[in-house]
């Protein structure tokens, strides 16, 4: 239930009043004389379900909505008519669960804390989502995602460019550009010190870990979180539904791949930083455009005037350009992705060939793949792997039976190189 308060200018008094009672709608009527202009105010209950209407109603009728125009809570009311107004915005269900735009407005500014606290948690959350990772524990990365702020300023973001306020829209923008920047340097300070300190030990290589893999290989399933996460959390925010799991859902799309950019970068994988990275710019450009078009469809628009306007991107062109900039960004995500997964595959393959019993004196070392920003198109990948064997034993088919199991895998050329490295064992 919704307690509204409007001023109304004596020029537009008759016609905003004969939609109150058209509407069946009770109200008091107050002058108002402290203002410069002859005006009086109206207060009126509402349900919930029916503010959007009748404010856009009022609108028609000349209300002057930035003039003074108060929505506020309301616990209960009792007027001659409000039952009715229930029966037929509520249980008549001629309206739905949409809020007002006024409404909406105020609940994402005040979803998103002060910058001190907003960058604290975010630092704090890309240091949890760091040790999840290096853990490869998924109960920890979802600790991260609890305490991430980014709902907030995402929810911010979607809801000023629908409705056009360009402050709100550049101050939601900026605090998630900046807040995951913090995240990324966060995570690779955060990791550097460990690796520094030996508590991760040096030599781990990054891409065996799972949730950092996961992270380092984005695909489709990773893009539907972030979908659906956009979709989610304008719908609770325009429907007065709580929104704190989303915010979980929406910090389990970024903030874990903005630590495993982090952790890439201080392991000096470009492999993992630039597949990490991929996913974050991804999938937090689809936050945005799915935010953005979800309140769109619920029917929330800016009530600016075209002259009003003028002088500023089109809902249009920012759609087109941010739509293209997920495409290429998309791309980019893809070829990592498939770089990454031609990377897991030869890992795999290398590791269960010498597992058979005729290598079982071999050790392995390493393996490494020829990557490359044409790694996904190039016609011929080189994979190097590097074992230690006994000094008096060969094995000379050992690279053609690593390139035959792999030829299995993928229809193009692959050349195999293994670099043997002598082993000597003695007891004193």
């Known amino acids: 239930m919704r307690h509204i308060e409007v001023l109304v200018l004596d020029e537009h008094q008759d016609a905003v009043l004969n939609v109150l009672h058209e509407e069946n709608i009770d109200y008091v009527l107050t002058d108002e004389t402290s203002g410069r202009e002859d005006a009086a105010v109206v207060r009126f209950p ?14 028609e009728a000349g209300l002057e909505e930035d003039r003074y125009t108060v929505v506020g809570t309301a616990e209960s009311a009792r007027t001659q008519n409000f039952s009715d107004l229930e029966a037929r915005f509520v249980a008549g269900g001629e309206d739905d669960d949409r809020i007002a735009h006024e409404e909406i407005r105020a609940k994402a500014l005040d979803m998103t804390p002060d ?22 524990s998924p109960a920890i990365v979802v600790g991260s995602m609890v305490i991430a702020p980014q709902v907030g300023s995402a929810l911010t973001a979607s809801v000023g460019v629908v409705l056009g306020d360009r402050k709100m829209a550049k101050d939601g923008i900026g605090a998630q550009v900046y807040g ?5 340097v966060g995570a690779l300070v955060f990791s550097g010190f460990l690796r520094a300190a030996a508590f991760v030990p ?21 893009l539907a979180v972030a979908i659906a996460a956009g979709a989610a959390g304008a719908f609770g925010l325009a429907t007065a539904l709580p929104v704190s799991l989303v915010g979980v859902m929406i910090a389990a799309a970024i903030i874990p791949a903005a630590a495993a950019v982090g952790i890439g970068l201080a392991a000096g994988n470009p492999v993992v930083a630039l597949g990490a990275a991929s996913l974050l710019v991804v999938n937090a450009l689809a936050i945005n ?6 309140l769109r469809l619920l029917g929330y628009r800016s009530h600016q005037s075209p002259d009003e306007s003028n002088g500023s991107m089109g809902f249009a062109k920012k759609v087109a350009l941010a739509g293209l900039v997920l495409t290429v960004t998309a791309g980019a995500g893809f070829a990592m992705s498939q770089q990454m997964a031609f990377e ?14 005729r290598y079982n004196q071999l050790e392995l070392e390493s393996v490494e793949t020829d990557f490359n920003d044409r790694g996904v198109f190039e016609p011929t990948q080189q994979i190097t792997v ?4 006994p000094a008096d034993v060969r094995y000379p088919e050992l690279a053609s039976t690593i390139a035959e199991r792999l030829d299995r895998e993928y229809d193009q050329r692959i050349t195999v190189e293994v670099q ?7 007891n004193s």
């Open 420 to 426: 043997f490295v002598e082993r000597q064992r003695a």
């Open 115 to 136: 910058a001190k606290t907003y960058y604290s948690m975010t630092l704090l959350s890309a240091v949890v989502a760091t040790a999840g990772l290096l853990l490869n």
């Open 202 to 222: 040096p030599a781990l290589d990054v891409t065996t870990v799972s949730q950092i893999g996961k992270r380092a290989s984005p695909g489709l399933l990773s």
């Open 46 to 59: 509402l349900p919930t379900q029916a503010v959007e209407e009748v404010l856009s109603t009022l609108r």
């Open 289 to 294: 455009l799915v935010g953005i078009a979800t």
């Open 180 to 184: 995951l920047f913090l995240a990324v």
């Open 386 to 389: 590097q074992v230690s064997r």
């Open 344 to 357: 897991n595959t030869a890992n795999r393959e290398v590791q269960d060939v010498l597992e058979q019993s």
